[in-house]
């Protein structure tokens, strides 16, 4: 006689995974941190101290909804993807207003010099939400137009809780309209330092992939050569940088005149070049090696070209290989980047080792969240374009 084995409890692990990482850690992390000035370490403010009543319900039913969808009872499986998906949307709204409310009743009785800035489980709680939402995403499989619309929402959310006064008296947000001009120019400087390595890293990197995909004996030095810039570390590139450069300034002042030196953009944007050639070169190797060779040989016997079996056949074949190169490169220099703010370069770097050097946690920030912000922007509009890229029938 077949055993019997007991009715499933848990539905989601992953979601309940993550709610009781969050449980725990609004135990155990203050939500805030209430501060007499910008250089003095806070006193926290856990989320029972910082919420009313009935802010806390409403974070109570979020939580007893997300446990729904984590059991396999009595939901269907998709309706509870559907209800945790649903419910990251109010957790993020609420974590928000939350924060900026208790920062507007609390320095409404404190020092002009005071401040409020955001606690650990104000972050575990946006995480969760966040990867509460990736994983309902996976598991609904939905399509690029209803991921689209969801990530809209939710930056619509964010959008509206910043543009309103809601926030301003956090101490982030003082740090931000205390370097409002300054941030709008190191952000543009920190997208010219990326895209001014994308350009040259795609301009080199798809002719070296062409030429790897066709010589072997090509194919095993270059990667060997690539593989080295990869394990240099990015400050000793940028110290390297530092000496060759500044010897050709002088030796070719026109060269100074455009900005070539041993410090600032030009080594800058040099480094995140050599960091940018190896994953371009080996996806646009993978991307034409897997196009099948049946398919070649159909082209062959059509009587295409060479060149136009390269255009036609290959590259749309293996783009969706290639995009996925450029979305890791394009994430990795938006994090590099902020390396080169050491040597001059600028960018949000430079927010993050001016708050270092001050001991100014909330400086720090205003130049960390826009880098994050920046990375999963781009590597979430890069995924909607790899996917949009397949072939019709493939995933």
């Not at 240099?232 to 060759?244: E, M, N, R, Y």
Request: proline fraction near 7%; aromatic fraction near 6%; charge should be positive.
């Amino acid at each position: 006689m077949p055993r019997e084995h007991p009715p499933r409890v848990i539905g989601n692990r992953v979601l309940l995974t993550l709610w009781l990482a969050a449980a725990i850690g609004v135990a155990l992390l203050p939500f805030a941190t209430l501060s007499p000035n910008r250089l003095v370490s806070g006193q926290p403010v856990m989320l029972w101290q910082a919420l009313p009543g009935w802010q806390l319900g409403g974070l109570g039913l979020i939580a007893a909804g997300l446990l729904l969808a984590a059991l396999a009872r009595p939901l269907p499986p998709r309706a509870a993807d559907w209800l945790g998906l649903v419910l990251t949307l109010p957790l993020l709204g609420l974590a928000l207003f939350a924060l900026g409310d208790y920062a507007q009743r609390a320095l409404a009785e404190a020092s002009p010099a005071a401040r409020v800035s955001q606690g650990g489980a104000f972050w575990l709680l946006l995480l969760a939400a966040a990867l509460i939402a990736v994983d309902a995403l996976q598991r609904l499989r939905l399509g690029l137009l209803s991921r689209a619309l969801f990530a809209l929402l939710a930056l619509g959310l964010i959008g509206a809780c910043l543009a309103s006064d809601l926030l301003a008296p956090l101490s982030l947000m003082r740090e931000f309209a205390n370097q409002r001009d300054i941030f709008v120019a190191q952000g543009l400087r920190h997208l010219a330092l990326v895209g001014g390595a994308l350009l040259p890293a795609l301009a080199l990197g798809l002719p070296l992939g062409l030429v790897a995909t066709r010589s072997r004996r090509w194919r095993d030095g270059l990667f060997s050569v690539l593989n080295v810039f990869q394990t240099l570390p990015s400050i000793a590139v940028f110290g390297l940088l530092i000496a060759p450069l500044a010897a050709l300034a002088h030796a070719v002042p026109w060269l100074g005149e455009l900005g070539v030196s041993g410090i600032g953009v030009a080594p800058a944007i040099i480094a995140l070049v050599l960091y940018s050639l190896l994953p371009v070169v080996r996806n646009t190797y993978a991307g034409l090696a897997g196009v099948p060779a049946t398919t070649l040989e159909a082209a062959r016997g059509m009587g295409m070209t060479s060149r136009q079996i390269l255009w036609r056949v290959e590259l749309p074949l293996a783009l969706p290989v290639i995009l996925s190169g450029l979305r890791i490169v394009t994430v990795q220099a938006i994090g590099l980047a902020v390396v080169a703010a050491l040597i001059g370069a600028g960018g949000f770097g430079a927010f993050i080792f001016q708050g270092l050097g001050q001991y100014a946690i909330d400086l720090v920030l205003l130049g960390a969240i826009p880098t994050i912000v920046l990375a999963v922007i781009a590597d979430f509009l890069l995924q909607l374009l790899v996917a949009a890229s397949r072939p019709p029938g493939t995933r």
